[in-house]
């Protein structure tokens, strides 16, 4: 199994960057689809999350009403929509996914089964 993220880059505060994470050697189904990221020095932090079944979204405060996570299940490929990015948002970006066990939803980034390798975004100020 193979996560590849991409479309990151060095943007202004104020721009707009889309993610894309295509899957190998699986299929989307039965997976819950997340984005995590780790800034300079920080730990991992939960992104956004789609939920296999019921394709319902849960977002991290600092990032709700700005990013959009969606997937396109035909194509394997999950996308992160990053609107109106600030400073704070810089950080390595990494797709994951975890086999459907219940409604809940995981914040935590061991929890998922595979994750991809990462892709930078860095917003300049």
């Known amino acids: 199994v193979q996560l590849q993220a991409s479309g990151g880059g060095l943007v202004q505060t104020g721009a707009s960057l889309r993610l894309s994470c295509a899957a190998s050697g699986l299929t989307f189904s039965t997976y819950d689809l997340a984005w995590f990221r780790q800034g300079p020095g920080k730990e991992y932090e939960f992104v956004a999350v789609?939920?296999?079944?019921?394709?319902?979204?849960y977002y991290a405060e600092s990032v709700k009403g700005r990013f959009t996570i969606s997937s396109d299940n035909a194509q394997n490929t999950m996308y992160l929509q990053m609107n109106s990015l600030k400073p704070e948002d810089t950080a390595l970006y990494y797709c994951a996914i975890r086999r459907w066990r219940s409604t809940a939803v995981s914040r935590d980034w061991r929890r998922y089964d595979y994750r991809g390798q990462g892709t930078l975004v860095t917003v300049s100020s």
């Open positions: 789609i939920k296999w079944g019921t394709d319902a979204t």
